[in-house]
């Protein structure tokens, strides 16, 4: 079994593996030290093989991607993550690999689409799991978004993953609600409005995750009486029809 | 066009630029080969400290590769700059857990790299249809000329040699793997050739490539 497992290295470093022979490779790989040699050594040639296809990035992306890193927190160390408590280590540790790039990828599309003080001073863990919450909905590749101007001021994007009805209100350049009014955000179908929570800006900005019940056929938000209306009282400032 | 008797490409072009002196105790890899590249695991120690002026170096010296990658696997510019961003965002969230004893700076971005851009063309892209589309992925020299420096591109051409040096059989199990994002059952079917042979010329091809361009962990 260990022969066989060890004749996977190269397959593995090509990320030639499926699923879960990768994770039994990788699960073999710290009592092996014959294999931990030769991934490394197989990882430097298959980077060497990218150099074979290098081409210019768009104009773009240099801007984008300085702006966006600027406004995401960093990992810590693994020095620095060994006195963090056992909970937040096992956290850590059983969150799979992609998810913090998924997070970096939801500051990307929040950004692109201009809600630029996206959760930067929230307190670190609370993001951490909202921007994981919205960034499974930004990672859907069926996810449908929606942008619309807001009556009033700003603009605001709607994503929605239609097979899990979760989605992010992504807004930016929001006015003040006013004295005692809040933005309220509404699930609108046939039968009227249901509330799918109030919007808490920061700084004019958002990026809220919704739960939208089945069968919505648009997402609206109006201002509303501190506190929130069980129906919207005011014509609303934002309305997004769903694709049926 | 198989096996060339004894024209194994020299090793000597991937050192030829060593205008600064490796860290005698930093492991020697194909990253010596250009300054800039070697520069790089000194730009991510300060990338790791939060220096976002040392993550604008990192990003001029490596997304090149990581965009031609993702362009080469997953062939739309559109989808390649979204993985790119992706990768280039986690190099900066990540850089604090690199650490250079475990392997190059580039190494550890290209494969951030590479498991991205093939996450992707699995999860958009049926192999069947990338079958069809593509069929088989030969080494072409069509990298983006203009965009390389010239000690890239003599890397580049170093790549290239070693991977002409290779057999038919190897060259197209690591390349339709490494650029076709293909599992090794799928590479098998495409090239129909036992699953056993396919994984055992992976290993032997990336060995060889391996000891042509000269690296040492």
Redesign the interface.
Known sequence: MNQDLHALAAAFVLDALDAGEAAEFEAHLPGCDVCMLDVREMSETAAALALTASHAPPGGLRSVVLANARQLPQERSADEADVVDLTARRERRSAPRWLAGVAAAAVVVAGALGATTYQANQRADEAQIASEQIATVLADPNVIVERAAISGGGDGSFAMSPSSGDAVFLTAGLPDAGADRTYQLWAIDEAGATSVGLLEPDAGSAAQLVEMPDGAAAFGMSVEPAGGSPNPTTDPVLLVELPA | MGMAGGAMPSRARLHLVPDLPAESDAPK???SGTSARRQLDPLLLRV?K?D?GA??EV??VV???????A??VLRQ?EHA??V???????V??????F?PA???G??W????????A??RVR??QAASDREVRDGRRS?A?D??Q???AVE?RL??EA??DC?DALTDIQRES??L???G?????E?AEQLQTPLGTI??R??D???R??DC?G???
Do not use: C, N
């Open positions: 890899s194909l990253d790791a939060g976002d993550f604008a990003f001029d997304t090149p590769a990581v965009f031609g990658l362009k080469r510019a700059e979204e790119a961003q992706e990768v280039l965002l986690e900066w969230q990540q850089a604090p857990r650490d475990r392997g190059s580039f190494a971005v290209m494969t951030m790299a590479h498991r991205r093939v996450d999860a958009t080494p020299r990298h983006d203009v965009a390389e890239g890397d580049a790549v290239h991977i690591v390349t793997a490494y650029f994002g293909f599992t090794y059952p590479v994984k055992t992976m290993r091809g990336l060995i490539l391996r361009l690296v040492t962990a």
